[in-house]
């Protein structure tokens, strides 16, 4: 019998995000699955019969670092819409200085930023449950949960779509960090100011875009020709390498969040269908 160990915490720092993105779209590949249950109640496990491992409690953060178009590129719709993406809070920085020899902290604010630290540290293992202030609890009912709520569309949508417990966390850390053990209003406006950070890095960094290769192309053809495109205009498109049910579901997809319209046309005969981006 292994006991395991009394401490679950777990931090990973992956300066190569690319590579876990590309190891999760392996077809058997678990890795997508066990953040996710990592991110939910920390209780991980395999199926394997003979070399089963489990861990239950597990506190697991990921750290990981990749440029925007290197994710994009290893990004696929699945992980979008599986809840993985929405796991992360997505953090857009870029470098505001030169300096060719780094650059250090004075000691005197380092050593004071570690000892408050610390004692956050100290006061959170000491703290059972954190609660909401009846002021927080009013903020968060009447303007800031709504606000979370509202649906947005496409793949931005799919990856923001966890925005109320993610601002919930990060309002938990904020009070502990006050060495609080009530959420007060201003950890929660705290929490909501990083979280519209991570929102709006998240729409620099996956746009409009539905998450779809058809109908991300074919949004982009349509906004580009304000005549807009019949079917038979559609298919030319993609060479008609597109089958009809292809370029049907990605018409959908676009009316249905609104990006697209159709205009029936008379021929004299059977109507035929004109597309046009919604502007």
Known sequence: MD????????LVIEAEFASPLRVARREGNILSGTIRLAWDKGNLGNMTKQTSVRATGAHISIIGHITRDELLREFSAAEGHNGLANR?????????????????????????LASRLKGALVFGCKTGEVRLTKRAKKLWCQKVY????????????????????????????????????????KHLQAANAVWRYCADSARFIFG???????????????????????????????SRNRSEREISNALRLLKEYRFVRCVREETGGRPSERWFAVR
């Open 3 to 10: 006991n395991g160990v009394e401490d679950k915490r777990l």
């Open 88 to 112: 992360f809070l997505w953090v857009c920085v870029r470098r505001t200085k030169f300096r060719p020899l780094g650059g250090r902290l004075k000691r005197d604010i380092s050593d004071a």
């Open 146 to 185: 709504p606000k979370l709520g509202a649906e947005v569309p496409g793949l931005l949508g799919a990856v923001i779509s966890r925005a109320e417990p993610q601002v919930l966390r990060l309002s938990i850390i904020y009070a502990l960090l006050d060495n609080s053990m009530f959420i007060s209003p």
């Open 208 to 238: 409009d875009a539905l998450g779809d290769a058809t109908a991300d192309s074919l949004l982009a053809h349509l906004r580009q020709n304000e005549k807009g495109f019949t079917r038979n205009e559609i298919r030319e498109i993609f």
